[in-house]
């Protein structure tokens, strides 16, 4: 069964830096495709970044620049580091496991996790 947790959202100052983490179980994020989306009130989920099994990365057109993903298969989590952030960055961000990269972009599987809050605000 597989089971995601989030952690490191915060209120954060516009221009500030967050780490977001994801553990993991059920499925080794070594050997798969893993990705972070969010989801703004009001708005359709859109993906922030994807990484593929061998490591190559794929970001969002909003956030690229800004936001780094990275997992790690010793923890078997998944990290987002973002910076600069702006509060239209403001939103719920979820981790995503074991989805597919087709043509260098991460498509979503049906394993989402429950989501950590990144509220950016002065």
């Known amino acids: 069964q597989v089971h995601l947790v989030e952690s490191g959202g915060a209120l954060v100052q516009p221009g500030g830096s967050l780490t977001l983490s994801c553990i993991v179980s059920g499925i080794p994020v070594r050997n798969n495709p893993m990705g972070w989306y969010r989801q703004a009130p009001g708005k359709e989920r859109e993906l922030v970044a994807g990484?593929?099994?061998?490591?190559?990365?794929h970001y969002g057109d909003s956030v690229r620049g800004r936001v780094i993903i990275d997992k790690d298969g010793l923890r078997n989590t998944v990290t987002l580091r973002m910076s600069n952030l702006k509060p239209e960055d403001t939103a719920a961000y979820l981790c995503?496991?074991?989805?597919?990269?087709?043509?260098?972009?991460?498509?979503?599987?049906?394993?989402w996790g429950q989501g950590t809050q990144v509220t950016v605000s002065s």
């Open positions: 995503n496991a074991g989805g597919a990269w087709i043509n260098g972009h991460y498509i979503a599987s049906s394993y």
């Open positions: 990484i593929s099994s061998a490591g190559l990365r």
